[in-house]
């Protein structure tokens, strides 16, 4: 079955970096686009970026862009979220989804992401 699993979440003072880990299994990883997306605390879910399934095409939301930067390794089967320059309301819990923006049909656990001095 398929199987998404988050880690790399933390407590991060402001202006700190983190990257996130997502491990694929029960697909054949390589086919499909993957993203990430965000919930913060009493906020709706937020796209904030997905990769095409070679990595050749990258996108992103607006209020990340030029801070985070998304890839994979196909071999690994292994999504990642380079997060730099961290603010306060970038705290949120932070999903991996199969599919790209706003057609996802499998997401992970999460891992909680508290941006925080």
């Not at 939301?61 to 306060?88: E, H, P």
Request: aromatic share 12%; proline share 3%; hydrophobic share 30%.
């Amino acid at each position: 079955q398929v199987q998404l699993v988050e880690s790399g979440g933390g407590l991060v003072q402001p202006g700190g970096s983190l990257r996130l880990s997502c491990a694929a299994s029960g697909f054949t990883f390589s086919s499909y686009y993957m993203s990430w997306v965000r919930q913060a605390p009493g906020k709706g879910l937020e796209w904030v970026s997905s990769i095409y399934s070679d990595g050749s095409y990258t996108n992103y939301a607006a209020s990340v862009k030029g801070r985070f930067t998304i890839s994979r390794d196909n071999a690994k089967n292994t999504l990642y979220l380079q997060m730099n320059s961290l603010k306060s309301e970038d705290t949120a819990v932070y999903y991996c989804a199969r599919g790209p923006t706003g057609v996802h049909d499998y997401w992970g656990q999460g891992t909680q992401v508290t941006v925080s001095s």
